[in-house]
């Protein structure tokens, strides 16, 4: 059903129903949604039941405590502190590293911003981390994380350097603690500061 909506979503761009935009709003929304139900339809395809699934995702009670919770505020500080450092160097250069994110996202409706700072990061972890890392690996599984993030367009590709530094961490955290709530925590996290960040412009 979400793929066919696919066509519709093309439909309504080419006959000038919404905006070219609006359209690619819509368009991530339904990749990032694919995501998850890709993840969930593969694992039930595999015999695996919803309690299974949680578990293998890393999503079960057992992996939510404070601990793990203070792991990935951990991580997003980590990103903030390099994202701060970066800005601080390129003062210091005189070389202005822009990512544009806010030409990208500047005049977007308030339900997208929603969907960045919550909604997307889920699916985007279930699918890298908690799906990817265990059968392809964290290093393959960043770089696809980092391709996905290239259309932006920023300074030396440095959405993409970090999208892939942030996959390369947060796959190493599920690796080890099975856990994906870390990883959810700090990509929120950081998507938010993004979002705040365009919102202050």
Do not use: C
Not at 2 to 22: K, N, R, T, V
Not at 101 to 128: C, H, M, Q, R, T
């Amino acid at each position: 059903m979400l793929l066919a909506s696919i066509p519709i979503l093309f439909f309504y761009l080419q006959s000038g129903a919404i905006g070219q935009d609006l359209a690619g709003y819509l368009f991530d929304a339904q990749l990032s949604f694919f995501f998850s139900l890709f993840v969930l339809a593969f694992l039930a395809r595999k015999g695996k039941g919803p309690g299974e699934i949680v578990s293998d995702l890393g999503l079960s009670r057992d992996k939510i405590s404070i601990k793990l919770l203070g792991v990935g505020i951990l991580l997003f500080a980590i990103f903030l502190l390099l994202d701060l450092m970066a800005g601080l160097l390129g003062s210091i250069t005189g070389v202005q590293i822009n990512t544009n994110v806010d030409k990208i996202f500047g005049s977007a409706p308030l339900w997208v911003y929603i969907f960045i700072s919550f909604i997307g990061p889920i699916n985007e972890e279930i699918l890298f981390r908690a799906f990817l890392v265990p059968r392809i690996g964290i290093i393959i599984s960043a770089l696809v994380f980092g391709i996905l993030h290239a259309g932006y367009g920023s300074t030396f590709g440095v959405d993409m350097i970090a999208a892939f530094g942030f996959a390369l961490v947060a796959g190493y955290v599920f690796k080890k603690t099975k856990s994906l709530y870390p990883s959810i925590l700090a990509h929120m996290l950081v998507n938010l500061i993004a979002v705040l960040a365009i919102l202050a412009i």
